[in-house]
């Protein structure tokens, strides 16, 4: 495993613009390594068994069509889906599907030294396995739960801006993004100076502390505000209540017992890893903690966070509604605890899902009804229209069934 955080310590300026870039992550899996662009003509095989944990299955054993998914690597090949640099699926519990597409590394790459095409940019896919190691905490006991006050789990002996309200904001407000701090880091553009994030990072080094002395400027739990330092300070409180720093946490009680080797991320500039939007990892490795999810907190047998944890963490605590239903395939209807929820109309159905979201269409998906885990890391950060929501459409085309 290589957890590269101290070379990340002279870099805070590239830092900066790395954090800046993950934060646009409300738009919204590990292959072979070294995978070259597919030619029209592909022909399916089943991934390659790794010794990593998975179970791994032919396609069509598993209730899928290996014609479908040859027929979307061609219009991969073919150019209709530019932007995919990785997919991987899990089937009934088994990996059936795992290739790297991208042929070139990017400056993505260039902020953890990562040269190897299949590791890839998590963005803020990062923040669900954030919410997930909090999970393992309340488990543990190192935190009390989620209606604790969210400052008795830091040791700052005071807050600028100070309002009673600060007592009243809970862990699960911290969570589900309703803190009620004066935030928005969408409005106006990450391009913009006056940007709140951009702010932030200019002025603050230690994020926990200066998310925690902004002043209020709603009831905690009554307006949701996306913010990016919220679930970066949820490592800290971690790490403030566990025996262990929170990289060796990571490692310890979700990575290792995922037999996940292959790992990198940023941190921040006081040496946290930064799961705000930092992660590096394997598509074939992100769609594990769908599989999980999907097994109710299970890992080949091992409990690694409560069913509990994991029913709570995908409910809609705040409904969301952004788009129409002819402007995208998936629609994003709620946030739970750093998870997003929506659905699929498809064939007449209506297939509910819950996903992990990155800048750039990064996605980790689960779809309890098909007993589907789908995993893509994609390159969309320019944001262009003609790029739309591929991620999206590539899975409503040939990954969900057919409609009879």
């Known amino acids: 495993m290589f957890l590269a955080i101290s070379e990340q310590k002279n870099r805070l300026s590239l830092l900066s613009t790395s954090l800046l870039l993950m934060l646009l992550s409300a738009c919204g899996g590990g292959g072979s390594s070294g995978g070259g662009e597919p030619a029209t003509g592909y022909t399916y095989q089943p991934p390659a068994n790794m010794g990593d944990g998975w179970t791994v299955s032919d396609a069509g054993s598993q209730g899928m069509s290996v014609q479908r998914l040859e027929d979307m690597m061609d219009a991969i090949g073919r150019g209709e889906f530019p932007i995919i640099d990785s997919i991987a699926i899990a089937s009934q519990g088994a990996l059936v599907f795992d290739e790297t597409i991208r042929t070139h590394l990017d400056d993505k790459d260039s902020w953890v030294d990562n040269g190897d095409l299949s590791m ?4 803020s896919a990062s923040k669900s396995v954030a919410s ?3 999970g393992i905490a309340v488990d543990l006991g190192d935190i009390g739960g989620v209606d604790v006050p969210y400052l008795s789990l830091f040791d700052y002996p005071g807050y600028d801006n100070w309002d009673e309200r600060k007592n009243q904001i809970t862990l699960e407000h911290v969570l589900t993004m309703r803190l009620g701090l004066q935030w928005d880091e969408w409005n106006p553009s990450y391009s913009d100076p006056n940007n709140a994030l951009i702010h932030f990072y200019n002025q603050n080094h230690d994020y926990s502390k200066g998310l925690l002395d902004l002043p209020m400027d709603a009831d905690p739990g009554s307006r949701y505000a996306y913010n990016t330092i919220a679930t970066v300070s949820l490592g800290q409180a971690v790490q403030n209540r566990s025996p262990l720093t929170y990289a060796d946490f990571l490692n310890t009680y979700l990575l290792d017992p995922l037999r996940i080797t292959r790992v990198n991320f940023t941190e921040t500039p006081t040496g946290l890893p930064d799961l705000g939007g930092g992660l590096y990892m394997y598509s074939r490795d992100m769609v594990k903690f769908g599989q999980m999810y999907m097994d109710d907190g299970r890992w080949n047998g091992q409990q690694i966070v409560s069913s509990e944890w994991v029913a709570a963490s995908i409910q809609a605590y705040t409904d ?3 788009s129409e239903p002819e402007t995208r395939d998936w629609q994003v209807d709620g946030y739970g605890y750093q998870w997003w929820t929506g659905y699929f ?3 007449g159905q209506v297939l509910r899902s819950f996903a992990a979201l990155g800048y750039g269409q990064q996605l980790v998906m689960v779809i309890p009804e098909l007993e589907l885990v789908i995993a ?10 003609e790029q739309g929501n591929q991620v999206y459409d590539l899975i409503d085309r040939f ?3 057919t409609p009879q």
């Open 120 to 123: 890839h940019a998590q963005f």
């Open 132 to 134: 997930i190691l909090v």
């Open 320 to 322: 969301l509604a952004w």
């Open 345 to 347: 109309e498809h064939g």
């Open 376 to 385: 893509v890391n994609s390159s969309g950060y320019e944001e262009l229209p």
């Open 399 to 401: 990954l969900l069934p």
